[in-house]
């Protein structure tokens, strides 16, 4: 991808049907190479702004330029093209569960095969090395036959994982990867996703949950809420106060709908 920066995003904002409004005034940059995590409560606008970022959704108004082309202006075969750059993992990790591994992992190349070379690749996979490759290279490379369905969580997030490598995007957009994983698990595909990153130059941008993990190992990190970007700085910059007003107000989901009067207990790892 040439231009730097690859994400410019001015006064982005984007407005649902009945006028839910999911991002206010947005501004980001985002340099190649670069590794942000984004943090903040349910319902801030994190997963709209990734929809956003991997072209799925327009804004309702504002810029977004990537890699130096207006994804206003793109329609049809470019837009798809643009799509394919963006690789997108997602919290359900939208795996087919009854496939076998090696036919999710080669769902990743879907984009850039003809329907009928994607139907061929059902019933005699091409690709085989390259899917295996990408198996190895998430630590699961023996599970290329397994049916997806017979694989724990966290072999299913790495399946998700390597069915990105498949792709081969520019960038990798991760949507809450880890919040099905264990704190240990979530840990390892945390630095799983930075080494890729690390090894290939691909832009890492990661949505959590866990502010311990967010802060420990990005260099940047986002703070949104309600829409708007409350923070965007160094991890080093990220002080108790500033977390404390990103979670303040926030009923966690399993408060069952009761309102709770102190703000979400974080620990904080700066
Ligand atoms: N398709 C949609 N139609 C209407 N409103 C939507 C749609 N998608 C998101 N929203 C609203 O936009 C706001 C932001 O939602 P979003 O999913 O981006 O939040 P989030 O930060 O990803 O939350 P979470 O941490 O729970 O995943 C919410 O108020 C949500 O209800
Ligand atoms: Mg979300």
């Known amino acids: 991808m040439t231009g730097s920066p690859q994400y410019h995003l001015e006064r982005v904002r984007k407005v649902f049907g009945r006028g839910q409004v999911a991002l206010e005034g947005f501004d980001l940059q985002v340099a190649e190479g670069e590794r942000v995590a984004l943090i903040g409560p349910s319902g801030a606008g994190k997963t709209t702004l990734f929809r956003m970022l991997n072209c799925t ?3 309702t108004a504002g810029r977004l330029s990537i890699g130096g082309q207006e994804v206003a202006e793109l329609y ?5 093209e643009m799509r394919r ?11 087919v569960p009854r496939l076998r591994v090696v036919h999710n992992v080669l769902s990743g190349r879907l984009g850039s095969w003809s329907l009928l070379g994607s139907l061929a690749s059902l019933a005699r996979p091409a690709g085989l090395e390259t899917a295996h490759r990408a198996l190895t290279d998430v630590g699961i490379g023996e599970k290329l036959f397994s049916r997806t369905d017979e694989l724990s969580g966290g072999q299913q997030q ?8 498949m792709q081969d995007p520019d960038v990798i957009l991760a949507d809450e990867p880890v919040s099905s994983v264990d704190p240990s698990l979530a840990e390892t595909i945390i630095k799983l ?16 949950h866990s502010t311990d993990l967010a802060l420990s190992y990005f260099p940047r990190v986002i703070g949104m809420k309600a829409g708007v970007k409350l923070f965007d ?8 106060e500033l977390l404390q007003e990103l979670y303040s107000g ?13 703000p979400e207990p974080r620990r904080i790892a700066v």
């Open 57 to 59: 959704i327009r804004p």
């Open 76 to 80: 049809g075969r470019r837009l798809r």
């Open 85 to 95: 750059r963006i690789g997108t993992i997602y919290q359900q990790h939208n795996l």
């Open 158 to 165: 790495r399946v998700a994982i390597a069915r990105v490598l």
């Open 193 to 208: 996703l930075l080494a890729i990153s690390d090894h290939t130059g691909k832009t890492l941008l990661v949505n959590l």
């Open 233 to 240: 700085t160094a991890a080093a910059q990220v002080t108790p």
């Open 250 to 262: 926030h009923v966690p989901e399993n408060g069952a709908g009761e309102p709770s009067r102190e």
